[in-house]
């Protein structure tokens, strides 16, 4: 029999099983139910002593003796409690059904192994129905040191396939195809790492003969799982670095030196210019660039973006920055517009609610190259836009942006004798993404860190407020629009609940309008609902200073810049994930005064709640946030993780797995610089692997 096979030729599968086992599993052959790993032990290798016992859900084995038995009268029926010492205390064991039976058969004074949760009264354990047998039994049978837990799912349960019987398979499943399990390490690799190998990992991850063994056995298959991951990412890479063309931009021109020299606003902080030299490397090596650029809210992208394209346009290339919003878009469009005011490089803007004689006038420059740099939504998606000869793509805020756009991209870029090449990527997030993330997830791009703030930025100063302080904070708020700042007020809104949200929006701007009465007062609101033009000009009155608050929800998200906004209040905050939490305190501090970040929740809060309020208390640091979103969340709610394989890891983690993750990518990099395309015969089985997995699992043609 081999790994190939269906589930059927496993001694006790029936095909009713095999059945179930698909439709509930998803496993079809041997060898997924091979790789179905259990999710924890049993494990009964330990034993504790009354006084060592800890208030947690694990399962504990005790050794002890019964002193007394007594039937305890109760509303309906009665239980049974039996007192049980060891040397070191006392404690009860309890049983609700089955009084009698049980009563009959406990024997006083005769030492059991008991085994079990256990129940904490008033400081004091219990352990209700206690699985139990005299030591004799105990040392009489053939202990399974550790027993493997499985996944299950409700049917598997009811249709009669328990722990039990699914260990049972998997035990049969070894003696009949233990001799197939094929190495899939080269000798040197395992020597090398001091792996265990192939079918001893995997005959100790389900059934483990000790904890040292299992650890082992966990390792190799984390390991293995990892490598072949990254393998795959950085083939991809090198693919793309030697065959992949990229445009070249050899000098620096008179555009990017005339602007650096005259009409740089600030000095470039030392993280921006190591980012820009990354940046010019990359598109001066003939190679095409597929860089993300991740930085903070205000670390000061859209200068690094800025210089960038004067480097295309020095070049002769136009440029395009696309933004997920119209807001955002507009804002690009203003900043950039004002940065080069003196100079003779024409933008334009190019949005949905753009007119039609104006994307005709867009089309007409794109095509022929006298607009240089076109900024937009989506729109500039559209397959008439079409440019003379695009040099470089800029994403702002990319997580709004799929795979599929991002290629479409490609073929707004003019053909090089044929083949066509694609204009460079440069993507840009404000979501840190924890640095053993994105290797898994981004591991064939190439990664830019801006990880340092411009200088002068106060840090902001937050603070969690429950529900019933409104006022307090609302007396906050008047204070400092009395010292001529502004302030954000923001609501959730989650589609899900979007009517009662609105609602919530709408009674939160009629009692802060009670509370701020004009004509002391203006209020701007901004929501989702709201027609672009009247959002634009809500807006435009607020960064103006018309309108002191402004009432939104999450549309003011991404990148709207208002530096003279102080105080940002964020409603239901409990309710925001941690990320966006971040972002909204990010619309805040973008000038010299002290800037504030009010988070309102009312008492109730889950324990994730308190611990994203408490984090966003405690640090404002983008980096830490993500780690603890991460954790928080898993790998698969972080942007961009849905299209990565980071999802489908079967025994690996990428949070807690890290150091493993590290060692993984080390070593696969270490191989491909020996043997790029593993055809050495001692790679044999490495490529075999490799080739086996590229066919099944979708990674490498879902990642972009
Ligand atoms: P983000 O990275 O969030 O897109 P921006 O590019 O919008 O940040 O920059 C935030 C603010 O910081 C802007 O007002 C910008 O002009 C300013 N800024 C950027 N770089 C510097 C710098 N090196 N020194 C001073 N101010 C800077
Ligand atoms: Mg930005």
Redesign the pocket.
């Known amino acids: 029999m081999n790994l190939n096979h269906p589930v059927t030729y496993i001694k006790g599968v029936s095909v009713a099983r095999a059945e179930l086992l698909y439709s509930e599993l998803g496993i079809k052959t041997c060898g997924d139910l091979l790789h179905l790993f259990p999710f924890r032990y049993i494990d009964k290798t330990q034993f504790y002593t009354i006084s060592q016992l800890q208030q947690n859900s694990a399962e504990v084995q005790i050794v002890g003796k019964i002193t007394g038995v007594k039937t305890v009268k109760q509303k309906r029926g009665s239980r049974l409690v039996a007192t049980f010492s060891d040397n070191t205390g006392t404690m009860e064991l309890v049983w609700f059904k089955g009084a009698k039976w049980i009563k009959d058969s406990l024997k006083v004074d005769v030492p059991y192994v008991i085994y079990g949760k256990l129940n904490w009264y008033n400081g004091t354990p219990n352990m209700p129905h206690p699985e139990m047998e005299t030591v004799k039994e105990y040392k009489s049978k053939l202990q399974m040191a550790m027993q493997p837990v499985y996944p299950s799912t409700e049917k598997l349960g009811t249709k009669g396939i328990s722990n039990k019987v699914m260990r049972g398979m998997i035990q049969n499943l070894f003696q009949q195809a233990y001799g197939s399990i094929e190495e899939t390490f080269p000798q040197y690799f395992i020597e090398e790492h001091q792996f265990l190998g192939k079918k001893e990992s995997l005959l100790n991850i389900h059934f483990p003969k000790n904890q040292e063994l299992l650890a082992k056995a966990q390792y190799r298959l984390k390991f293995e799982e990892l490598f072949f991951i990254q393998l795959q990412l950085l083939q991809k890479k090198l693919i793309r670095k030697s065959k992949l063309k990229g445009f070249v931009f050899e000098h620096v021109g008179e555009g990017f030196t005339n602007f650096y020299n005259n009409h740089l606003p600030f000095d470039l902080t030392g993280a921006q210019k190591r980012v820009l030299k990354e940046i010019r490397k990359d598109v001066g090596s003939g190679a095409h660039m597929n860089r993300l650029l991740q930085g903070d809210v205000g670390s000061g992208?859209?200068i690094v973006a800025l210089l960038t394209m004067l480097l295309a346009i020095d070049n002769g290339y136009q440029a395009t920055i696309m933004a997920p919003t119209e807001i955002l878009a507009i804002q690009h469009y203003n900043g950039i517009v004002d940065l080069l005011k003196n100079t003779n490089i024409h933008v334009d803007l190019l949005t949905g609610s753009t007119k039609t004689k104006k994307r005709r006038e867009i089309h007409t420059g794109l095509e022929d190259g006298s607009l240089h740099i076109l900024i937009g939504t989506h729109a500039i998606l559209e397959d008439k836009v079409q440019f003379k000869n695009l040099g470089i793509a800029i994403i702002?805020e990319q997580h709004r942006f799929g795979v599929a756009q991002r290629r479409k991209l490609w073929e707004k870029s003019p053909s090089d004798g044929g083949a066509i090449v694609p204009p460079h990527i440069l993507v840009m997030t404000?979501t840190p993404i924890p640095r053993t993330l994105a290797m898994s997830v981004y591991g064939d791009l190439d990664i830019s860190v801006i990880d340092e703030l411009p200088p002068g930025r106060k840090e902001i100063k937050t603070v969690h407020r429950y529900d019933s302080n409104r006022l307090g904070v609302f007396k906050f708020l008047k204070d400092e629009i009395a010292k001529g700042r502004q302030a954000y007020v923001v609501y959730p809104l989650i589609q899900e609940s979007e009517a009662m949200d609105y609602k919530d929006l709408m009674d939160g701007y009629e009692s802060i309008s009670r509370e701020f009465p004009s004509p002391k007062y203006q209020i701007s609101i901004v929501h989702g609902q709201m027609k672009p033009a009247d959002k634009d000009y809500e807006m435009e009155r607020f960064a103006k200073g018309d309108t002191q608050i402004m009432v939104a929800t999450t549309v003011i998200e991404v990148?709207v810049n208002v530096p003279n906004a102080s105080v940002m209040v964020i409603e239901s905050a409990e309710r925001f994930g941690l990320s966006q939490l971040h972002q909204l305190r990010g619309r805040v501090g973008r000038g010299a005064e002290q800037s504030y970040c009010i988070l309102l929740s009312s008492y109730k809060l889950s324990s994730d709640g308190k611990t994203r309020l408490q984090t966003m208390v405690e640090t404002t640091d983008g980096f830490k946030i993500a780690e603890v979103d991460l954790k928080l969340r898993g790998p698969g709610n972080i942007m961009g993780t849905q299209q990565s394989g980071v999802l489908n890891l079967k025994i690996a983690d990428v949070v807690k797995d890290s150091p493993i993750l590290q060692k993984a990518r080390q070593a696969a990099i270490n191989l491909l610089q020996e043997d790029p395309s593993l055809s050495k015969k001692e790679n044999a089985n490495l490529l075999k692997t490799y080739e086996k997995l590229r066919k099944t699992s979708g990674i490498w043609s879902n990642i972009s």
């Open positions: 992208k859209t702002d404000a990148g």
